[in-house]
């Protein structure tokens, strides 16, 4: 089968889609149709959002699908229509087995971690959050079970300790649209092997919210800088601050490191040592680098310091 004669439909909404949907169609692949989420009205204009893959696939001259319900009869229908081979699935809705089962290949995902670990919404926070030194991508066939299909292909990088969410987000996107032609031209051309995914190394990978995001001063100090960096530039660590007047604000916090000297104090409190910035974890302090008060811009600990007084962290 020629990659012309395989027809396609794509699945999928944010940045991280956009460079394997890319790829498939810099590369010739027939991508019949691209399916996303409903345009949004957000920000103070109520201005209509789009996705970054819709944005793409408007650009590039590809019909797009928005359905609100996946399991609409107008939906499935037009889907049903198109009669395409092969689905695949990035950074999406959980689809239903009336759309996933549909193709005559099946549907694929790439999902940003080395299954079974990270099973989720976020796996790459999640990653970062709990200290690995190393992730990856999988592609797999999807089945009932979110994330628990039989594994294509997978693809491994290492976790650095400058690397933050936003850097390896940006590796994987890179490799993950690589992989994504490799798996499709595996199935072209009949070389495609699967593999179940093994039992007991599973982790998950829930959704984050904000208080998922709060800061624990009285955890160890590389539990802190993990969680930072996990959460860092988005959706951003955050803790509660007190200034000499006694003034309280929320602070983003986007860049720490484990401080070499020694400071006295209890977990959240706060030393300023020449132009620098620290607080007291549960066992050694931190470095604060890069953070932003609630209404101000992102700046550094020295910029910051020029302004503000601060005395204390504290945690709800």
Partial sequence: ??????????????????????????????????????????????????????????????????????????????????????????????????????????TFNLHGSLLPKY?????????????????????????????????????????????????????LMDIGAECVVHTVDSIIDGTLTTIPQPEGDFIPAPKIFKEDCEIDWSKGAEEIFNHVRGLSPYPAAWSTMIDKNGRTFDVKIFETSVASLELAGSPGDIHVVGKKLYVIAGDKAIEIKSLQPAGKKRMDASSFLLGYHPERFIMG
Avoid: C
């Fill in 119 to 171: 099973r989720g919404a976020a796996p790459i926070n999640r990653a970062i959050m709990n200290g690995e030194k190393e992730t990856g991508i999988t592609t797999f066939f999807l089945k009932h079970e979110i994330d628990t299909g039989d594994m294509i292909e997978q693809r491994k990088i290492e976790i650095l300790p400058e690397d933050n969410a936003g850097t390896i987000h940006d590796r």
């Fill in 1 to 106: 089968m020629d990659k012309k004669d395989l027809k396609i439909v794509f699945f999928g909404t944010p940045e991280f889609a956009v460079k394997s949907l890319d790829a498939l169609v810099s590369n010739g692949y027939n991508v019949k149709a691209v399916v996303t989420m409903p345009d949004k009205i957000a920000g103070r204009g109520h201005k209509l959002i789009q996705s970054d893959v819709k944005k793409y696939a408007v650009e590039a001259g590809l019909p797009v699908l928005q359905p609100e319900k996946l399991k609409s009869p107008e939906f499935v229908e037009t889907l049903q229509q198109i009669n395409a081979d092969l689905f695949i699935v990035i950074a999406f809705r959980m689809l239903p087995e009336v759309v996933w089962a549909m193709p005559r290949l099946g």
